[in-house]
């Protein structure tokens, strides 16, 4: 999944492209976008400072060629309540980003209106063009959990949202077993991808 955002990201952007990761969690996207896209300008926000502090130490890990011009950011922030959108202009990011993107982690954030609030306040942040990339598990009868969703609620929430769905959708779904993490997508139930643009 990583790698289809990366290549999301990559067809959608020029240089340089500044990048805001939803519950980016221990880092994993991050360090794929460092070592696939090292222009990648990046702040990945999530609730968990164990889990921004291992990102972070995950990052020092890949080489970087650009170090002094690195611009890379983990931030603490409760995507529900605090003012995030506000705390990139603070660390100066300043205008909108070019992608947000999120892996597995929509549907902890609570139910498709607390989704819904959340990728409203992204699509604020987007360019003219910008890019919405994520997976996260969907609806699975045989594994039911509060926040997951179909596709079509998916997608009826990203329409909600201002966002417009290329119809018709692609269905990329993560069937075929690995994941960056190394784990077999089946074993999580079923993972669909969303990309959409402004
Ligand atoms: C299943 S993990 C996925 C993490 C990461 N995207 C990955 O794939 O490794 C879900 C993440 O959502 C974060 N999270 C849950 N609720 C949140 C909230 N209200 N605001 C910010 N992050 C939240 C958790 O701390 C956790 O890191």
Known sequence: MAAWIASKINANSAASPRVVELACGA??????????LPDVRY???DLSPDLLEFAQRRLREVPDERRESSDLH?????????????QLAEMGWSGKVDAVVSIQALHDLG??????????????LL?????????DLLLD????????????????????CG????????????????????????????????????
């Not at 139910?111 to 604020?124: C, I, N, S």
Request: charged residues 25%; positive net charge; hydrophobic residues 35%.
């Open 127 to 135: 360019r003219k063009g910008g890019l919405l990339a994520y997976g």
């Open 27 to 36: 880092g994993f996207l991050a360090e794929f976008l460092k070592r696939h």
């Open 74 to 86: 983990f931030v603490r922030a409760n995507l529900l309540s605090d003012n995030w959108t506000a």
């Open 111 to 124: 139910d498709l209106a607390q989704q819904k609030e959340v990728l409203t306040k992204a699509r604020g």
């Open 43 to 45: 702040c990945g926000f």
């Open 163 to 198: 966002f417009s769905i290329p119809k018709p959708s692609t269905p990329d779904r993560a069937r075929d077993g690995t994941c960056s993490q190394g784990y077999a997508a089946a074993a999580f139930g079923d993972f669909g991808t969303f990309a959409c643009r402004i």
């Open 141 to 160: 009868a045989e594994n039911p959990h509060s926040s997951r969703y179909s596709r079509a609620e998916h997608e009826e929430m990203l329409r909600q």
